[in-house]
């Protein structure tokens, strides 16, 4: 392995006191804004709204939405199969599950979209937003072809067969009124009478759903027992794995990752989502790793230098691993930090979530992790070399065997 330092010598364990005001001082600050300042802003997934999904005939400018639409979110939607679908699914905040709300939902977007297009110029009605009863409606008053008697019934059918074409075949977006001309039934007249008195719009809304307060509620909830069901099983593995008091320090330093990171988001007003959860457990399992590696590293020195004090150990497991975290974590917090500039706002708010929750996180294992263990040795008298001071009446059983030293794996 690469090693960037040749043996350091860093006294971790006597630093560990800034560590832990550092810690308090970052905790304070982050809760005191959620508690009392602006709080914890949660996305559209857990507070409830509605999603407008809207298809463009062109690629649309997502940032002159923004602007337009304002207190809302927009995300982009592409596949593998289709990547270039110019569709876009727009948050909008709003409280009610009925009709009213969605059709409030739909009006605001209408209004804004409108507005950055410059549709509402256009004295003609826009064929994408079209009904089978009005289309119905308009060809029978126009009647191309001069049916007379029957025109409602043949309309009505000619009516709903365009607007099923638009919709399945076109995505709900036509570019040219030509392709209507595919049709069954429709002929050169009723095309003509279409083309003559609609104007094709630079997009449809396809679809209003709306997220209610108790689906946000649940999933707020669901959240949360997911981040505890991650550290409690950890906490079994780790436990297992060292010993107790290992896996306790080990939980408690990324639970402590967590809440720093929840703190900088209501600090910088970024929203919480499903995609920032899934950051936060991709944080503790990044954290938990780092930690698992300095512990293991504790574990082989405890056999080897068993008659050194405990927060020398310690020192030294940390100074041996130095070199792997810094390549590990400099990486990879490399990586998230080009995301979080160049990956554009739908990934913000997941991306910033990784870039603190690194810098923590390999923070906190060494900071917080081991000086926790080592605080509970001294606590428990067990800070001193084995075999000597306060541990000395347990030299008869063996160092192995003395709480808070990591027994060798064979005798365990």
């Not at 039934?185 to 009723?190: D, E, I």
């Not at 909830?221 to 060292?242: C, D, E, H, P, S």
């Not at 457990?281 to 930690?291: A, E, R």
């Not at 698992?292 to 497991?317: Q, T």
């Amino acid at each position: 392995m690469i090693e960037l330092f040749k043996q350091p010598n860093i006294d971790w364990m006597g630093k560990a006191k800034y560590f832990f005001a550092l810690s308090g001082i970052l905790l304070l600050a982050g809760w005191t804004s959620i508690l009392f300042g602006s709080g914890i802003r949660y996305g559209i997934d857990f507070k409830g709204g509605t999603n407008v999904d809207v298809r463009f005939s062109q690629p649309p400018n997502v940032d002159k939405l923004r602007s337009r639409l304002g207190n809302t979110e927009i995300q982009s939607i592409s596949d593998i199969a289709n990547p270039n679908s110019n569709e876009v699914v727009i948050f909008v905040d709003g409280k009610g599950q009925d009709e009213s709300a969605r059709q409030s939902s739909r009006e605001r977007v209408l209004g804004a979209l409108d507005a950055a297009y410059g549709v509402s110029e256009s004295n003609k009605p826009d064929f994408h937003r079209a009904t089978p009863t009005s289309l119905a409606a308009f060809l029978t008053e126009k009647d191309p072809l001069i049916l007379s008697v029957t025109a409602a019934d043949r309309y009505q059918q000619i009516a709903k067969k365009l607007l099923d074409y638009r919709d399945k075949n076109a995505n709900g977006v036509l570019t040219n009124f030509d392709e209507l001309s595919k049709v069954d039934g429709v002929t050169a007249p009723v095309l003509a009478a279409i083309k003559n008195n609609y104007v094709l719009g630079p997009f449809a809304i396809r679809n209003v759903e709306i997220v209610g307060p108790k689906v946000g509620a649940e999933l707020r909830k669901q959240a949360i027992f997911v981040t505890l069901y991650a550290l409690g099983g950890m906490l079994v593995y780790i436990a297992f794995r060292f010993e107790w008091v290992y896996g306790a320090a080990a939980v408690l330093a990324v639970f402590h990752d967590v809440l720093i990171t929840l703190g900088f988001f209501s600090l910088l007003h970024f929203e919480i989502s499903l995609t920032v959860i899934a950051a936060l457990l991709t944080l503790v399992g990044y954290s938990m790793n780092d930690t698992i590696v300095i512990f293991d590293r504790i574990r082989e020195n405890n056999r080897l230098l068993r008659k050194e004090p405990f927060a020398d150990v310690v020192n030294k497991s940390i100074n041996q691993t130095l070199s792997r975290t810094i390549l590990t974590s400099g990486l990879t917090f490399l990586t998230v930090l080009v995301l979080f500039l160049m990956g554009g706002q739908v990934l913000r708010a997941f991306s910033f979530a990784l870039v603190v929750g690194i810098v923590v996180g390999t923070y906190s294992s060494f900071g917080i992790a081991a000086p926790l263990v080592v605080a509970w040795n001294r606590w428990r008298g067990q800070g001193v070399a084995a075999g000597a001071g306060p541990a000395a009446g347990n030299k008869a059983r063996g160092s192995e065997n003395v709480p808070g030293r990591l027994a060798p794996a064979g005798r365990r």
